[in-house]
């Protein structure tokens, strides 16, 4: 079900007055989440940066299970990639691979020995699920970083294995 982009009367009356009464916006930009208007949208009708003081232990993300853990905000949605997707996925994958790197200097070369797959937006089907993702978090598209995919076959040497999706989110503020 794609966001709702515009406030008809009844809701900008509603939004206004209750500014007007001293509602908190960011408890008024919840409740317009909550009746799937699209986050930009009511950022720009409130004159309200979402991005500013977020309590990352508030976060909901409708139909998702959050996984417990101190180390980071990982939640899963079952379902959320249909099995066409991940064929498609694994097609542009190993048609695109490079050899996967790491971000500190490691003297072990063997340490990760896979390859990534940057999914850049080049397909109706990324494009899709990239879509989906940013409605679905209510963030703008160009606030995350490309999708990518891991591959390694069975001799592959992993020290760590992650078998999901990983979306990297920047959040300025």
């Known amino acids: 079900m794609s966001k709702k982009t515009i406030f008809n009367d009844e809701w900008k009356y509603w939004i206004w007055s209750n500014i007007k009464n001293g509602s908190n916006k960011k ?5 317009l989440i909550e009746n799937n ?22 976060i909901i993300i409708p139909n998702a299970i959050r ?7 990982i939640f899963t949605i079952d379902n959320f990639i249909s099995d066409e997707e991940c064929n498609k996925i694994i097609e542009l994958t ?9 971000t500190v200097d490691v003297k072990d070369t063997s340490f990760r020995t896979s390859k990534t797959c940057d999914l850049y937006n080049n ?7 990239e879509k989906r993702i940013s409605d679905t978090l209510n963030i703008c598209p160009s606030y995350g970083e490309c ?3 891991q591959y ?4 592959t040497k992993i020290k760590i294995i ?6 990297s989110i920047i959040i300025i503020g």
Do not use: G, P, W
Request: proline share 0%; aromatic share 8%; net charge negative.
């Open 162 to 167: 992650i078998i999901s999706i990983i979306i």
């Open 94 to 102: 190993k048609t695109n691979l490079r050899n996967s790197t790491i």
């Open 27 to 31: 408890d008024i930009f919840k409740i």
């Open 37 to 58: 208007y699209d986050s930009d949208v009511i950022c720009k009708e409130l004159n309200y940066d979402v991005n500013k003081n977020i309590d990352f232990n508030s």
């Open 123 to 129: 397909c109706s089907i990324i494009n899709d699920i």
């Open 67 to 73: 996984f417990n853990s101190d180390k980071a905000l």
């Open 147 to 149: 999708m990518q995919s």
């Open 152 to 155: 390694s076959n069975i001799h």
